[in-house]
C-alpha cells in the first residue's frame, strides 16, 4: 500500500468512526423526540414544579381537534372551530376554555402576539388565584408576543437569564379594557408571561413564576404522576388520551359494610376519544398487582351497591355507562384504570353540547360535591 492509498485508508476509517459517533448520539434523540410525540402529556409534566400544590390539569388540544375535528367539518362557523374544546372543557384551568367563545374571530392575536386556537398542549394546577399555566405550540411567536405585550403597556425584566414580561402587582385587579385579553379572566389582572423550554408560562404573581423557573425536578420525577400518565397511553382500543386531571391523596369517606379501596397516594381522572365515543375513567396506581386487584373488587363492589351522598341515589344511577376495568403494569407499579364509555349522538348537526357531556365531566362533578370520597375513598 503506497502512502496515499494508507492515508485514504486512514481517512476513511475516521470518518467511518465518525458517522458511528453521529449515528450514537442522534439516535437516542430520535427515540425521545418519538417517545415525546407519541405521549406529549408526559413531556408537558417536565414543566410543572415537583412541589406543585393541588390538582393538576392536562390537555392535549392538538389530539382533541384530531377526534373531534372531522365530526364537525359541516357544522357552521364559529361553532366548527369552538366544538374540539368542549369535551375538554371542565373548568380547572386557569385559561377557561369555555371562555374560547368569545374570542373566536381573532383568537386574541393583537393582545397577545399568537392565536389561542394555536395553542397544543396546555397544563394548569393549584387553587386560583395563584393557578398558573403552562401552553405548549406558540413560543416560536416570542417575538410577536413581546412585541404585543409592550404595545400594551407591559415591561420587560430579566429573572436568571429568562425574560419574563408583566403588569400590575401580585394578583392585582384594576379597571381598563379586558374583552380582547384571554388572560384576563374576566378582569384586567396582574400577569406574567415568560418563554422558556419551547413553552409559555403563565402566573398572577412573581412568586410562582419563580418556583417555576427554579424548579430543579419535576412532575415528571414523580412515579405515581407519571404511572397514571404513562397507563392512559397503554390503554387500548380508547383513541387518543385527551385530557387527564390528577389529585393528591385519598379522600376520606364514613364506614360502610363494603370495604373502602386499599391506600393509595395520588389519583388520575382521564379523557379519552375516538371519534363519537368518548371514555372517562378513574387511574390509581398501586405498588402491587395484587393490591390492584384487591381495589379493583371493592371498587366494582361499591359501585354496585352503594348511593352517592349528594343525591342519595345509587352511583349507578349517574355511571349509567358501559364500564371496563383493567390493570396496567408500568414500571414497578400497577395502575387500575376504570372507565366509563359513552357514545356522543352525531346524528344531528355537532354542536356545542354534542361531546360536553361526557363521562369524565361527571367524575370531575363527583370529585367537587365529594360524591368521589365515598366511592374511592378510605375510612379510619
Known amino acids: 500500500m503506497t502512502s496515499g492509498e494508507a492515508f485514504c485508508a486512514g481517512k476513511e476509517a475516521k470518518m467511518n468512526r465518525l458517522m458511528v459517533v453521529i449515528v450514537l448520539v442522534i439516535l437516542p434523540m430520535v427515540e425521545i423526540a418519538k417517545a ?12 410543572i414544579p415537583r412541589s406543585a400544590p393541588g390538582l393538576v390539569s392536562l390537555s392535549d388540544i392538538t389530539a382533541a381537534k384530531r377526534q373531534i375535528a372531522p365530526l364537525a367539518a359541516s357544522t357552521p362557523s364559529p361553532t366548527r372551530e369552538l366544538v374540539p374544546y368542549t369535551a375538554l372543557y371542565d373548568g380547572v384551568n386557569e385559561l ?4 374560547f367563545g368569545q374570542f373566536a374571530e381573532h ?3 393583537a393582545a397577545l402576539g399568537f392565536s389561542i386556537f394555536g395553542i ?5 394546577w393549584g387553587r386560583r388565584p395563584a393557578m398558573p399555566v403552562i401552553i405548549d405550540g ?7 408576543i413581546e412585541a404585543a405585550l409592550l404595545a400594551r403597556e407591559f415591561k420587560a425584566t430579566e429573572y436568571k437569564g429568562y425574560q419574563v414580561w408583566y403588569r400590575g402587582r401580585d394578583h392585582e385587579s384594576y379597571n381598563g379594557r379586558h ?3 384571554p388572560f384576563s379572566a374576566g378582569l384586567n389582572s396582574s400577569q406574567r408571561l415568560c418563554v422558556n423550554d419551547g413553552f409559555l408560562l403563565f402566573s398572577r404573581s412573581w412568586s410562582t413564576m419563580h418556583e417555576i423557573l427554579d424548579a430543579e425536578s419535576s412532575l415528571a420525577d414523580e412515579p405515581d404522576v407519571v404511572a397514571i400518565v404513562r397507563a392512559g397511553y397503554m390503554l387500548d382500543g380508547v383513541g387518543d388520551l385527551i385530557d387527564a386531571v390528577l389529585l393528591p391523596g385519598q379522600p376520606e369517606t364514613t364506614s360502610t359494610d363494603v370495604p373502602t379501596l386499599p ?4 389519583y388520575g381522572l382521564l379523557l379519552w376519544q375516538s371519534g363519537a365515543m368518548i371514555t372517562g375513567g378513574i387511574a390509581i396506581p398501586y405498588a402491587e398487582a395484587a393490591i390492584a386487584e384487591t381495589a379493583r373488587d371493592r371498587f366494582v363492589e361499591r359501585l354496585a351497591t352503594l348511593k352517592a351522598p349528594s343525591v342519595r341515589r345509587p352511583f349507578l344511577d349517574f355511571l349509567p355507562w358501559p364500564h371496563r376495568i383493567e390493570i396496567i403494569e408500568f414500571s414497578d407499579l400497577s395502575v387500575l384504570i376504570i372507565g366509563f364509555q359513552s357514545t356522543a349522538d352525531i346524528s344531528q348537526s355537532v354542536n356545542l353540547m354534542t361531546f360536553m357531556r361526557n363521562p369524565r365531566r361527571t367524575l370531575v362533578n363527583m370529585v367537587r360535591n365529594h360524591d368521589m370520597n365515598s366511592l374511592i375513598g378510605h375510612s379510619r
Request: aromatic letters at 6%; hydrophobic letters at 40%.
Open 120 to 124: 397544543s398542549r396546555m397544563a394548569a
Open 107 to 109: 383568537g386574541g392575536r
Open 138 to 144: 406558540v413560543a416560536a411567536y416570542a417575538s410577536r
Open 96 to 99: 377557561d376554555l369555555s371562555t
Open 36 to 47: 415525546d410525540s407519541a405521549t406529549p402529556l408526559l413531556h408537558l409534566l417536565e414543566q
Open 263 to 266: 391506600a393509595f397516594n395520588r
Open 179 to 181: 374583552e380582547d385579553d
